[in-house]
């Protein structure tokens, strides 16, 4: 159980293009999700969190017009990269709470954009 | 604002050593929970630890928060290969919200 999936699991657009990454839980129902990010080698940066039915809560330093998040029901949250630039190439990871235990989070397997 | 620093950044050890991973964060913590990544792979969740001194293990996995509620450790013995990847504590800010540890990454030379 405890499933989440992530489409695509790799994407390549061009500067100035729009993409929409899908995070998916399979087996529960997640009214919380949220969005990381993640350098080589580095850990892992949280972007934002996303509320079912709500609008999505930001990070310090998080441009929330460039990353548009939606919540639209109890298993699908996505991230829209809009405008996108090289410097935003890099390692999304989704996760989602399971609803009734203390905090852990289940993990996508993770969207690496590259943007030309 | 809050920080959660690990150390050390990288171990190298040979098949059969242990190893051990310390996270400090610069506030007090609520509980303290465990991920471990692999190679290309996502963070798994491992571990929650909630109170002052508490000791979980898991088969040679050993975790520990410390009395103050700062500090983490997680201790492996004897690894093995398949104990290569990341280790990463993360600390809560807010009801659900967590903040990741910079990191361990593990090596582990057969």
């Known amino acids: 159980g405890a499933v989440v999936s992530q489409h695509p699991s790799r994407v390549i657009c061009k500067s100035g293009t729009s993409v929409k990454i899908e995070c998916r839980s399979l087996?529960?129902?997640?009214?919380?999700m949220f969005w990381y990010r993640q350098f080589p080698k580095q850990s892992l940066m949280l972007m934002a969190t996303s509320n079912e039915g709500s609008k999505a809560t930001y990070e310090q330093g998080v441009e929330k017009d460039k990353f548009l998040i939606n919540h639209a029901s109890l298993t699908l949250s996505t991230l829209t990269v809009t405008s996108a630039h090289p410097e935003d190439s890099s390692f999304y990871i989704c996760?989602?709470?399971?609803?009734?235990?203390?905090?852990?989070?289940?993990f996508g397997p993770g969207t690496r954009l590259t943007v030309t | 604002g809050q920080q959660v620093m690990q150390i050390p950044q990288y171990q190298h050890v040979q098949e059969g050593e242990d190893f051990t991973t310390y996270c400090n964060s610069s506030t007090t913590l609520s509980n303290i929970q465990w991920y471990k990544q692999r190679p290309g792979g996502h963070p798994v969740f491992l571990i929650q630890l909630v109170k002052s001194g508490e000791v979980k293990k898991q088969k040679r996995l050993t975790f520990q928060f410390g009395e103050a509620k700062k500090n983490s450790s997680l201790h492996i013995t004897a690894t093995q290969t398949t104990d290569v990847g990341t280790y990463f504590c993360a600390g809560p800010r807010g009801t659900y919200k967590y903040i990741f540890g910079t990191g361990t990454r593990l090596k582990v030379l057969a």
């Open positions: 996760s989602a709470r399971l609803p009734g235990h203390s905090g852990e989070q289940y």
């Open positions: 087996d529960f129902q997640a009214t919380t």
